[in-house]
């Protein structure tokens, strides 16, 4: 689910019209943000017999090209604050290109690792951030439906790239497959043009103004500054020094706020997150090489992948409708939590699949279980945080994520090659899922307890304040009125008629 609707926008988004465009240029950046690092392994086997390399070393492109995704969304949102959506995203879109057509040239792992891992990594992180800020800009009331349709982008790339990368490798090796995927993902560059720029820019007025009033001070010497000066532009004056010391403060705690580390939810919730990315990525990666190494031919093994990103494309919408239902929302971490255990059984009764049958199921309950977490990773996060520390949080979290998404599939590679089957990398990934469904499940219990004991708890105090506050309000209205009564001296007795003659009687021969 998107985030709550920003009213604090200098303008009203048209809700539509070159919006649409806009959501279509998401959709393919998107969707080559999530889908490729995980598409790529279809070549991975053959990559593996060229170089002579083993599981753990070639599981590192794809972890290496994930990290490099993740860790790189702070990044690229500073860029986008300063630079816009449009210029960030065709960069991207040309880096993706440029480092894909370089390891068509590659003569070592280590140079695919730099060239597919880190270079076209950066360039998908810098496709991804700016596609979902610009969907804020453009849409308010029918976002969530924007953000629903330019996220189907993943599981659609992902069914249509398998195939195609097989038929890429059958007809052009993996080499010339490369330098047309290359080709292909500066697509991106004509998605990024879509991002037309909308609104007004935030602080160009400031700035010239403040320049413009030290100009005329220099200008004009021999005249008093308060003289030539207006009362605003004297505070302005007087205030830069002090906001320029505080401008690299101000725009790093912007993105990452280091205060979120204190609140509870917040660290639950990255605990849990850690701990299941050690076992996400890694049976995705290793889909299609298991089902060659039981014999199964290419095709079919790349098949798995469009099976299961079909299932994902239908499963993230309907997790976020039952997700929204006023039975789930109000406890949806419980939600969340029993889906990355589902995921991990998932993985657990995967060696039980000897036959490409058992794969087809394999990967359909996969394919459930990955698009239930995926719809839920960040709208869980949010409902923890609130809105207005989203961004901030959602820095951090990808940081310190991008490591254990870097080791899950070396990790994973690295037990194939020790035991010589991929059931053990099946039951590691399952496991760690499985512990990390069961950690979010019990630390959730125990937040929602907390929570609720202080709520309990403010509530009583609000109750205890307004109380004191009544009785404080009667004492200071009674020691008012006391005081009053004594000023005012004693009470002054009404006349009688004998005292009102005299008093007339004085007043007329005053007046006389």
Known sequence: MSPPANTHLAYTPPDGGWGWAVVFGAFISIGFSYAFP??????????????????????????????????????????????????????GGLLCGIGMI??????????????????????????????????????????????????????????????????????????????????????????????????????????????QAEKTVKEQPNKSSVEMLSPKTVSLLSGTE?????????????YLDFSLFKHRGFLIYLIGNVLMFLGFFAPIVFLAPY????????????????????????????????????????????????????NGACHLLCPLATGYTGLVIYSVFFGLAFGMVCAMLFETL?????????????????????CTILLGPPIGGTLIDTFGDYKYMFIKCGAVMVLAGTFLFIMNYYNYRMLAKEERERKATEETMKDN???????????????????????????????????KEVNGKSEV
């Open 102 to 211: 370089s390891a068509a040239f590659c003569t070592s792992i280590l140079q695919l690792y730099i060239c597919v891992g880190v270079v076209s990594g950066f360039g998908l992180a810098l496709n991804l951030q700016p596609s979902v800020i610009i969907i804020g800009k453009y849409f308010l009331k029918r976002r969530p439906i924007a953000n629903g349709l330019a996220m189907a982008g993943s599981p659609v790339m992902l069914s249509t790239l398998a195939p195609l990368n097989q038929f890429l490798f059958d007809n052009f090796g993996w080499r010339g497959s490369f330098f047309i995927l290359g080709a292909i993902l500066l697509n991106c560059c004509v998605a990024g043009a879509l991002f037309r720029p909308i609104g007004m820019a935030a602080d160009p007025v400031r700035k010239p103004t403040i320049k």
């Open 382 to 402: 949010m409902d923890l945080v609130g809105a207005a520390r989203f961004t901030s949080a959602v820095g951090l979290v990808t940081i310190v994520e991008c």
């Open 38 to 91: 995980k598409a790529i392994a279809i070549f991975f086997k053959e990559i593996q017999d060229f170089f002579g390399t083993s599981y753990s070393e070639i599981a590192w492109v794809s972890s290496i090209m994930l990290a490099t995704t993740y860790g790189g969304g702070p990044i690229s949102s500073i860029l986008v604050n300063r630079f816009g959506s449009r210029p960030v995203v065709i960069f």
């Open 291 to 342: 089902a060659k190494h039981l014999g199964i031919d290419e095709y079919s093994a790349a098949f798995l992948l469009s099976i299961l990103a079909i299932v994902d494309m239908i499963a993230r919408p309907t997790t976020g409708i039952i997700a929204n239902s006023k039975w789930v929302r109000p406890k949806i971490q419980y939600f969340f939590s029993f889906s990355i255990a589902f």
């Open 469 to 503: 506050k009544h009785i404080r309000t009667e004492t200071e209205d009674g020691n008012i009125w006391a005081k009053e009564k004594m000023q005012d001296g004693p009470e002054v007795e009404p006349l009688t008629d004998e005292k009102e003659g005299l008093k």
């Open 242 to 254: 002090d906001e320029e010391d505080k401008d690299c403060c101000e725009k790093f705690n912007k």
